[in-house]
């Protein structure tokens, strides 16, 4: 359900995508030609599944359609308990809300080189807030429980982005080059471009 969700989201906002995509992409490159600054693929890979991550989850967050209900909590785990374990209540908006920031937490920890908990916390925690103070005012809920588990799923992300951190000082030396990580990221790359073509209506083969 969730892939599905993800496709229909990328099928709804791919023209403004690939605009930006084009746009971002060549004044990127034009900026790393005029500094004279060295390309690194993998890096520069990872930035745009960032910006595409925050482009879908600004969509997501703000649909007013995928939501049905309206309101303000501020009592916490008053929604989260209101669920059954193992109900589809309970992955759409327990599971979901919690895996919705695992990424936000990597890419964030990953960026600012986070070495303590707290270095995403807050950051995670004025993100949901804010998030959650708008949806409020485009005819969506205020939840407090969203903010608790938007933050543990940054909490998570921040713990993936250690242990990947000292897995890959421990890894040999070829597989923690920039020529390892940028061949990955060019296949990644290209079977993002084959499935985004897929998404645009547009068949290869």
């Not at 992955?91 to 895996?99: A, C, D, Q, R």
């Given at each position: 359900m969730a892939v599905n969700l993800i496709a229909?989201?990328?099928?709804?906002?791919?023209?403004?995508?690939?605009i930006f995509l084009v746009v971002i992409i060549s004044i990127r490159i034009t900026y790393l030609?005029?500094?004279?600054?060295?390309?690194?693929f993998y890096k520069e890979f990872m930035s745009l599944i960032f910006v595409i991550y925050a482009l879908l989850l600004y969509n997501l967050?703000?649909?007013?359609?995928?939501?049905?209900?309206?309101?303000?909590?501020?009592?916490?785990?008053?929604?989260?308990?209101?669920?059954k374990i193992g109900s589809t209540g309970f992955y759409w908006n327990v599971i979901g809300n919690i895996l919705l920031f695992v990424p936000f937490g990597y890419f964030v920890s990953s960026y600012v080189k986070a070495n303590k908990v707290n270095h995403i916390l807050i950051?995670?925690?004025?993100?949901?807030?804010?998030?959650?103070?708008v949806q409020y005012f485009i005819g969506r809920s205020f939840d407090v429980d969203d903010i608790i588990l938007n933050v543990t799923g940054a909490i998570i992300g921040f713990l993936l982005y250690i242990g990947?951190?000292?897995?890959?000082r421990h890894l040999p030396?070829?597989?923690?080059?920039?020529?390892?990580?940028?061949?990955?990221?060019?296949i990644l790359c290209f079977?993002?471009?084959?499935?985004?073509?897929?998404?645009?209506?547009?068949?290869?083969g």
């Amino acid at each position: 359900m969730a892939v599905n969700l993800i496709a229909n989201t990328l099928k709804g906002i791919w023209p403004m995508l690939t605009i930006f995509l084009v746009v971002i992409i060549s004044i990127r490159i034009t900026y790393l030609k005029v500094n004279h600054e060295k390309l690194v693929f993998y890096k520069e890979f990872m930035s745009l599944i960032f910006v595409i991550y925050a482009l879908l989850l600004y969509n997501l967050l703000t649909n007013t359609e995928l939501n049905q209900t309206s309101g303000f909590n501020l009592v916490p785990f008053t929604e989260i308990l209101r669920y059954k374990i193992g109900s589809t209540g309970f992955y759409w908006n327990v599971i979901g809300n919690i895996l919705l920031f695992v990424p936000f937490g990597y890419f964030v920890s990953s960026y600012v080189k986070a070495n303590k908990v707290n270095h995403i916390l807050i950051i995670s925690i004025l993100t949901s807030a804010t998030v959650e103070f708008v949806q409020y005012f485009i005819g969506r809920s205020f939840d407090v429980d969203d903010i608790i588990l938007n933050v543990t799923g940054a909490i998570i992300g921040f713990l993936l982005y250690i242990g990947f951190s000292a897995i890959k000082r421990h890894l040999p030396k070829v597989f923690r080059s920039d020529t390892f990580y940028n061949i990955l990221c060019a296949i990644l790359c290209f079977v993002a471009f084959i499935y985004y073509l897929k998404i645009m209506g547009i068949q290869i083969g």
